[in-house]
């Protein structure tokens, strides 16, 4: 356990020690008072929408030994009630908060894993991070926490973990180069460039360029790349001369290939090249692009010098993060497909390719708006639209506005008339799932994070007791 000193924040921050022991150690850090622990460190985190000073106070009520607020007037009484506490200010927090977690970065001689990419970041963190532990005690970043609060956070509740496993998500330039030189990875991963945020960033080049901003800082990093995304093949193709780049792919040639593809509804197996032989591994979820995380932990688990066999038990064992392809299974055979954490048309067209293996069910699937897509927002829900039809989805359900070129599209290619439904809000879903769900149905979700489908599983399971046969 490698603890900071407060004298140790102090310098990184070029804080002040307004009250309390420089030798004294900080191990638990939190931004959240109603969360806060006996001994924790408060951070006082501000944004535009909340002010982290107002609850310091709070903070050591609840007991926490040390808060870091930014300059604002703490009375001689205030001190008083509280003598055995450390109070430290800065000049803004949330910079501190970024100083102090790649100090304590620095202190761990252990292999960082940074994962990034416009869809999979996610699902590709949890297998690959699950493979990596059947080697090394292994910490990563849990749910959605990988923005510039989330990561350093996460790096803060380093204790005796051995491998460190890091997602990386971006809206704009600069923010991967932050969480970068915060992280200082040694592997970086880079699952696809699609079009999430191109409303932002004006173009897929742009997305690559925002992408390999995970490269900032890193040291001489190993560089896994999905060999099947055509960016990023086209960019490891212009490094010849990189030895430091991996590539995993099942239609072109790389480092690590995928054969003997065979999907089913909840699972998919293939084999590929390790020690000389060709090793089937089992991934126990259906879908190809769960192929392509898996190739993806077997390169991480290759260049740790992982074990085939515990390669194989890491994939073969690990669970994904709730609301990503989780299933939820309703009375009389009903499935729910839980993908409503987030959606651009590359993970919307996933996701449906997945929904079309069920061949001996009927396919419902229940689209709302992708967001951040700017002027190419008509167009990309168009192809959405070309998707449902390809994949023969026999319900399409939409809601949101953007939503509504799917069902347009949808139309267009030939989808019949009496099988596309647009939806106002939720509400109107369920009184049309009410109408038609019936025994066997597998239900899509999927949507930007700001449509709030994820509200819908727990309203759809309440009619499941009225499944018509």
Known sequence: ??????????????????????????????????????????????????????????ALDKGASTVIVSNIPISKEELKKYPNKNIIKVEDTLQALYKIARKKREKYQIPVVAITGSVGKTST???????????????????????????????????NEEALVLEMG????????????????????????????IGNLGSRENILKAKLEILEGAQNP???????????????KQNPNNNNIYTYGIKE??????????????????????ENNETKITVPVGGEHFILNALCAVSVGKILNIETEKIIKGIEEFELTKKRMETIKMPNGVKIINDAYNASLESMTASLKYLSEFK??????????????????????????????????????????????????????????????????????????????????????????????????EKIQKIGLSVKP
């Not at 190993?222 to 490891?236: A, R």
């Not at 040639?253 to 197996?269: F, R, V, Y």
Request: proline share 2%; glycine share 6%; aromatic share 6%.
């Open 360 to 457: 001996n069910n009927r396919k419902i699937a229940i689209l709302g708006d992708m967001l951040e897509l700017g002027e190419y927002t008509e167009k990309l829900h168009e192809q959405v639209g070309k998707a449902v039809y390809e994949n023969k989805i026999d319900i399409l359900i939409t809601s949101g506005k953007n939503a509504k070129a799917i069902s347009k599209q949808a139309k267009q290619e030939g989808m019949a008339e009496e099988n596309i439904i647009e939806c106002e809000n939720q509400e109107k879903i369920i009184e049309t799932l009410k109408q038609i769900i019936k025994k066997e149905d597998i239900i899509l979700l999927k949507a930007s994070n700001g449509m709030k489908f994820y509200e819908l599983p």
């Open 125 to 159: 963190k949890d297998i690959v991070a699950n493979v990596v532990s059947q080697k090394y005690k292994t910490l990563k970043t849990e749910g959605n926490n990988n923005n510039n609060i989330g990561l350093p956070f996460t790096i803060l509740k380093l204790q």
């Open 1 to 58: 356990m490698k603890n900071l000193k407060i004298k140790e924040i102090i310098e990184e921050t070029k804080g002040k020690l307004i009250q309390g022991n420089q030798e004294e150690e900080c191990q638990n850090f939190s931004k959240d008072t109603r969360t806060i622990k006996k001994g924790d460190t408060y951070i006082a985190i501000t944004g535009e929408n909340f002010n982290g000073n107002q609850f310091w106070k709070q």
């Open 222 to 236: 190993k560089i896994i790349v999905n060999n099947d995304n055509d960016l990023l093949h086209k960019w490891q």
């Open 170 to 197: 971006m809206n704009h330039f600069g923010e991967i180069k932050l969480l970068s030189q915060i992280a200082k990875p040694d592997l970086c991963i880079i699952t696809n460039i699609g079009t999430s945020h």
């Open 253 to 274: 040639p790389s480092s690590i290939n995928a054969k003997n593809i065979q999907l089913k509804e909840n699972q998919g197996t293939f084999t590929c090249n390790l």
